[in-house]
């Protein structure tokens, strides 16, 4: 088969690595990809948002699947305009993709079908967030209603700080169009875990669990970021806790979805707060989170193709997955600054390193080649993804690959995998 994979981060990377891995894959293409893609399938020099022009690739190459990593795309309409042109594709169509696209879709679904989350207020006026924020008091969390790459969310402690992150939303236009509106919420205790399932429409078969790691720096402080890092599995996503959120979170999402006559197929996130033995969602993607997709690939014993495949076609009523029972850890390493301004073209040392390790792989999220050589072309640079007994061990054998890797203005968590040696401490592991 030949397989297109849209994106060009860490994440399809993974996929890309792991589609590679299929006895039934012949041709991988990647676009854009990155300089690490590039070594195992053909780049396309195409971007994930130029819709018109990946269809017309997938006709010209006879693309028999094609997999789409990010959420812009999806959200743009690209499953709706390869189907309309009879080609096969992983992802949710644009209808579904809301979920994602606008938080306030998101949160107004959740409250009609009594899902459990924080509570909420939509606004496009500055006064009128203000006001409200006023009101419920702090702390309160402030979201940009569209797509910001993982940075339109501001944890306030303060009604000072939620005013602050309102002014520069709707009247600095921090986040653009993405930002004309803001979800205002309650701000939720606990522990934060993904919860990632595919969905054929009908038929839901979850993925292992995972938690990520979204501030900057140290200790969860600093702003939002696409992900510094992440593990598998969750010790707080019990059986009991998934079997709640499968019940109360993704089946009325789905019934909700079918009421308004849209059917998702594709890969459904729940951003969850776990608290105890009761989950609420604090968001949806509508795609592969990135670092978690890294960690559970690695795990991840099926053949991907097999499963993709089955979602995309109504198929997955009776399929499983079969998981490595180690667990997995991923530490990103990102350029000076991330994820403020940053400098690229910073010359990489040390992945030759990586292609003797026996015991994990390094994802390239933002590289390139440069006469011969990798450098960074982006915020976050490197997942660096292992495989261990356990997730202290992991994390542990993570850290051993990125002290051998280097560039000037590195910057990396030293603290990837703190929260899940705290959870099993609390529940006596």
């Known amino acids: 088969m030949n397989v297109l994979v849209v994106g060009g981060g860490g994440r399809e990377h993974a996929l890309v690595w792991k589609l590679g891995r299929s006895p039934r894959v012949e041709k991988i293409y990647c676009a854009p990809g990155n300089a690490g893609i590039g070594e195992l399938a053909e780049l396309v020099p195409l971007r994930a948002d130029d819709v018109a022009g990946l269809v017309r690739f997938a006709r010209e190459k006879k693309v028999d699947l094609t997999v789409v990593g990010p959420e812009l795309p999806l959200t743009l309409g690209i499953v709706d305009e390869f189907e309309r042109h009879n080609l096969k594709i992983f992802g949710p169509g644009r209808e579904a993709a809301r979920l994602e696209g606008s938080k306030a879709f998101a949160k107004e679904l959740c409250r009609k079908q009594k899902v459990p989350t924080g509570f909420f207020g939509v606004f496009s006026?500055?006064?009128?967030?203000?006001?409200?924020?006023?009101?419920?008091?702090?702390?309160?969390?402030?979201?940009?209603?569209?797509?910001?790459?993982?940075?339109?969310?501001?944890?306030?402690?303060?009604?000072?700080?939620?005013?602050?992150?309102?002014?520069?939303?709707?009247?600095?236009?921090?986040?653009?169009?993405?930002?004309?509106?803001?979800?205002?919420?309650?701000?939720?205790?606990?522990?934060?875990?993904?919860?990632?399932?595919?969905?054929?429409?009908?038929?839901?078969?979850?993925?292992?669990?995972?938690?990520?790691?979204?501030?900057?720096?140290?200790?969860?402080?600093?702003?939002?970021?696409?992900?510094?890092?992440?593990?598998?599995?969750?010790?707080?996503?019990?059986?009991?806790?998934?079997?709640?959120?499968?019940?109360?979170?993704?089946?009325?999402?789905?019934?909700?979805?079918?009421?308004?006559?849209?059917?998702?197929?594709?890969?459904?996130?729940?951003?969850?707060?776990?608290?105890?033995?009761?989950?609420?969602?604090?968001?949806?993607?509508?795609r592969f989170g990135d670092p978690e997709c890294q960690v559970l690939m690695l795990r991840l014993r099926s053949d991907l193709l097999d499963l993709l495949e089955a979602c995309v076609e109504g198929r997955l009523e009776g399929v499983r997955a079969e998981w490595d029972s180690r667990a997995s850890a991923c530490v990103v390493m990102a350029s000076a600054g991330y994820p403020g301004p940053y400098q690229t073209g910073v010359e990489i040392e040390g992945l030759e390193e990586a292609r003797k390790w026996e015991n994990g792989v390094v994802f390239h999220a933002g590289t390139a080649l440069r006469d011969g050589r990798y450098v960074t072309a982006g915020g976050r640079v490197l997942a660096v993804t292992a495989l261990g007994s356990d997730v202290p061990s992991a994390v542990q054998e993570a850290y051993r690959m990125v002290e051998k890797i280097r560039w000037d203005g590195v910057h990396y968590r030293k603290d990837i995998g703190r929260r899940a040696a705290r959870s099993a401490g609390d529940r006596g592991a």
């Open 125 to 286: 006026s500055s006064e009128e967030a203000k006001t409200y924020v006023r009101e419920v008091g702090a702390p309160v969390v402030v979201k940009a209603d569209g797509l910001a790459a993982g940075k339109g969310v501001f944890v306030c402690r303060t009604v000072a700080e939620a005013e602050e992150a309102i002014q520069e939303m709707l009247e600095g236009k921090l986040f653009g169009d993405a930002g004309s509106r803001v979800v205002v919420e309650e701000f939720l205790e606990g522990e934060e875990a993904s919860f990632m399932a595919l969905v054929d429409g009908m038929s839901v078969l979850p993925l292992a669990s995972s938690q990520d790691h979204k501030r900057a720096f140290d200790g969860d402080t600093g702003p939002n970021t696409g992900g510094m890092g992440a593990f598998s599995p969750s010790a707080v996503l019990t059986d009991s806790v998934q079997g709640q959120v499968l019940e109360r979170i993704v089946r009325p999402v789905l019934a909700g979805l079918e009421e308004k006559k849209i059917r998702y197929r594709g890969v459904l996130y729940a951003g969850l707060m776990v608290r105890g033995e009761e989950a609420k969602v604090l968001e949806f993607n509508v």
